[in-house]
């Protein structure tokens, strides 16, 4: 595959930056107000500035109360919650940039896709075809209760139930307005060809939508697609459905051979390999010095809450971990339960780690320490590994994206890694250099409706 350009996201959500969990409280970090809309809007302004492709904002629909049986350390630690409605935001952000990517996480637990499918296209027309969707399944029991389930599906049938709910929208976007439909025809006093909209008329086993869909087609019709799933059942949901797939490995030979298994399941889905995109999750520490950054990192984390990492875990995989003692050696630990979870986090370590808070600090996320040009030359090293790009994550805050922009951003330009000017069209056209719409081989593409002639 030829090489493509480094994509820059940024990676936050529309609540206290918890990625390391204590680290909002860093000096750094500054004080964060999630409800200031000014903020935001400049946070978006820098983004264009500094050339990002899009800023992603995650979600959480439960405040995770699994460590110690109890919410408390999430609240805490503001670890999922406080947590607003990032599709609420998308609009301000549009009105106040012209070429960003804005994306946002919403699953298919919480919202009936007819109406979500036209709050999409309504964003699509809105930031003249600027947004993705990050599909996620939902994975906690508390998300669950909120929606009026005793527990979270099984998860085998939540990736049956997201298959179902995005070709819904499939349906709604591409298969109920026919290109030409649209007519503006003030001669005739016809707005539009009633012969050219139809009904979806979907009938399954958790939907059942008439149509057609309101809004008209926007300008992707369906927004740039985005998933996260790393388990066998969530990377063949992205096979078929996603254009982009969010990582985070420990190391860039664990990356690609993520890759390669999805790229070779996207292909067995009728797909070409380079119908997608792959962004590993990083955060940087940024010194002028290789010493300096290597000080910065140990600060940092001096400023864990280990609690809250734990916390977060613990919500995260459905097992209170309040009961491992840090100090135990990983090869030691034998907790009823909680093994085979601990195995596999130390596989993904590599190993390394010696005492549980060890593998507590590894697996905070992949970070990438040193100068600019020193991590300007690690990205390269992902590059190679099969990485499209980079979610910078914020840590400890915001002010991580200030940090990256301003210092690496301009090495990684004279490299010619990132771009220094956006491409034009939508989001779809500046990511793939193709046009707005999904190509012929995208599954939702097969719920187009051909025009009449």
Do not use: C
């Not at 599909?135 to 669950?144: L, Q």
């Amino acid at each position: 595959m030829a090489r493509r350009r480094l994509i820059l996201g940024a990676f936050t959500g529309l609540g206290i930056p918890n990625h390391g969990p204590g680290l909002w409280w860093h000096p750094e970090a500054g004080r964060l107000d999630p409800n200031d809309l000014h903020a935001w809007t400049a946070l978006a302004r820098d983004l264009e500035r500094w050339r990002f492709d899009m800023l992603f904002l995650a979600d959480a629909l439960g405040a995770y109360d699994v460590f110690r049986g109890s919410r408390d350390q999430t609240v805490v630690d503001a670890i999922g919650i406080p947590a607003n409605d990032p599709s609420v935001l998308i609009s301000a952000l549009a009105a106040a940039t012209d070429d960003l990517g804005l994306t946002f996480t919403s699953a298919t637990l919480q919202e009936h896709p007819f109406n979500f499918a036209r709050k999409l296209s309504t964003l699509d027309h809105l930031s003249k075809g600027r947004v993705g969707w990050n599909i996620v399944t939902g994975y906690a029991d508390a998300a669950a209760r909120n929606f009026g389930l005793d527990e979270i599906r099984e998860h085998d049938e939540r990736y049956a139930h997201a298959d179902e709910y995005v070709d819904v929208a499939y349906k709604l976007w591409e298969g109920s307005w026919e290109d030409g439909a649209v007519l503006r025809d003030a001669g005739r006093r016809s707005y539009a060809d009633p012969a050219r909209i139809h009904a979806i008329d979907h009938e399954g086993r958790w939907f059942r939508v008439a149509g057609p869909h309101l809004p008209e087609p926007s300008p992707q019709r369906t927004p740039v697609l985005f998933q996260a799933g790393a388990s066998s059942a969530g990377r063949a949901f992205a096979a078929r459905h996603a254009e982009g797939v969010f990582l985070i490995a420990y190391d860039p030979r664990g990356a690609a051979a993520h890759v390669s298994d999805i790229r070779a399941r996207a292909g067995a889905a009728g797909r070409r390999p380079d119908d997608l995109v792959f962004l590993q999750g990083l955060w940087f520490v940024i010194g002028s010095t290789e010493e300096e950054a290597r000080s910065r990192e140990a600060e940092l984390l001096d400023w864990v809450s280990f609690d809250g990492v734990l916390a977060d875990l613990s919500g995260k995989i459905g097992i209170d971990l309040s009961g491992i003692d840090l100090e135990t050696p990983v090869g030691e630990l034998a907790v009823a339960g909680v093994q085979g979870i601990v195995d596999g986090l130390k596989e993904r370590a590599g190993g390394e780690a010696g005492t549980f808070r060890d593998l507590v600090l590894h697996l905070l996320s992949a970070r990438i320490v040193g100068t600019p040009e020193q991590i300007a030359d690690e990205l390269e090293a992902w590059t190679e590994a099969g990485i499209d790009g980079i979610n910078v994550m914020d840590v400890p805050a915001h002010g991580a994206f200030r940090e990256f922009g301003e210092h690496v951003v301009p090495v990684l330009q004279q490299r010619g890694l990132v771009q220094r000017e956006y491409a034009p069209g939508t989001f779809r056209e500046k990511l793939f250099g193709a046009g707005p719409n999904l190509p012929d081989r995208h599954p939702a593409r097969r719920r187009r409706v051909r025009a009449t002639s």
